[in-house]
């Protein structure tokens, strides 16, 4: 008897998490900026595809917070206010806080040294000062890094999405005078608290790196 073959849908990544993607990075580099209309014709006819899979693409942007849908009206680029960001971060800064101090209490020797390469990697891409990108990305890794070690999937997922929204507007903060320097030494400050197991240092450094970020942000 021959063995079932499986669907085309688990053998490969379904079209519409492609479509989803793609659309996600559009939005973050601001091909597609906060409050445009998002015209399905126009996006169908250029990735090639049925409205149906871009239907549930955007659904899926929908529940990161990155689109918001209007009834009757379609799908439009998310945009953020100063009340949205104030509360995008506060919520992470409960979130990572609280994750730091676990990562300070529980982490093993390995995994400090995993999150002190993170961060040596971080102070090398200071050097070249236009390169925001390169920061950011290694500022994520981190970040993520630390959620990781901290061992809740749950805080995880929830700061991945809230992360998400933080891009509407998080790369422009970068680009503010002085700000890499800050959020460097905020950083180092942090890891300094991790490598001496200090908890409530750990705690308390990364919430001031947080709100330091909104401050940035605003």
Not at 122 to 134: A, F, G, N, V
Not at 188 to 215: F, P, T, W, Y
């Amino acid at each position: 008897m021959n063995a079932p073959t499986l669907p085309q849908s688990l053998k490969q990544r379904a079209l519409y998490e492609e479509v989803a993607e793609l659309l996600r990075e559009k939005i973050f580099n601001h091909q597609l900026a906060a409050g445009a209309w998002i015209d399905e014709l126009k996006i169908a006819a250029e990735y090639g595809i049925s409205r149906t899979p871009l239907r549930e693409a955007l659904k899926v942007l929908a529940t990161e917070g990155l689109v918001t849908m209007k009834v009757r009206r379609g799908a439009y680029v998310t945009e953020v206010n100063d009340q949205d960001l104030s509360d995008v971060f506060h919520l992470m800064a409960l979130l990572e806080a609280d994750a730091a101090r676990t990562v300070a209490q529980s982490a093993t020797d390995q995994q400090l040294k995993e999150l002190e390469t993170l961060h040596q990697q971080l102070e090398k891409s200071t050097k070249d000062q236009k390169d925001h990108i390169r920061f950011f990305t290694l500022n994520e890794a981190f970040h993520t890094k630390l959620l990781e070690v901290a061992n809740n999937r749950w805080a995880g997922q929830m700061v991945a999405d809230l992360r998400k929204v933080m891009k509407l507007n998080r790369a422009e903060s970068l680009t503010k005078p002085g700000r890499i320097a800050e959020s460097l030494a905020e950083h180092a400050v942090l890891m300094a608290a991790l490598k001496k197991r200090d908890a409530a240092a750990a705690h308390a450094a990364m919430q001031a790196h947080i709100n330091s970020g909104l401050e940035a942000a605003g």
